[in-house]
């Protein structure tokens, strides 16, 4: 199977913003839908962008205006742009690949939003 493996993360002061990417090892077939999940300490993971190609895309509501999740096909990578980033993003950030035989997870990207 493809292995994910994901990049960009960091720390970063209030109000600055970051590129997350996930790359695939390999050309993924079939996918259904991609996504990023992050869990911060002491919660539960949670689904904060996804993209589909019967769904378009959907946000977790804290994040509306700020984050933007996209993917390069060619590239094999799917991406999530980070704005106006708040300390209540910080957690492990997690890439997801959905295909119809398959779900892919990456190791998780640590983001840290800290003055």
């Known amino acids: 199977q493809a292995q994910l493996v994901e990049s960009g993360g960091g720390l970063v002061q209030p109000g600055g913003s970051l590129t997350l990417s996930c790359a695939a090892s390999?050309?993924?077939?079939?996918?259904?839908?991609v996504a990023w999940h992050r869990q911060a300490p002491g919660k539960q993971r949670e689904l904060v962008a996804a993209m589909s190609t019967t769904r378009g895309t959907n946000l977790l509501d804290s994040v509306k205006g700020r984050f933007t999740i996209s993917m390069d096909s060619y590239k094999n990578t799917v991406y999530l742009q980070m704005t106006r980033l708040r300390p209540e993003d910080t957690a492990v950030y997690y890439c997801n690949i959905h295909t119809v035989t398959y779900d892919y997870w990456g190791q998780g990207t640590q983001v840290t939003v800290s003055a």
């Open positions: 390999r050309s993924i077939v079939n996918i259904s839908n």
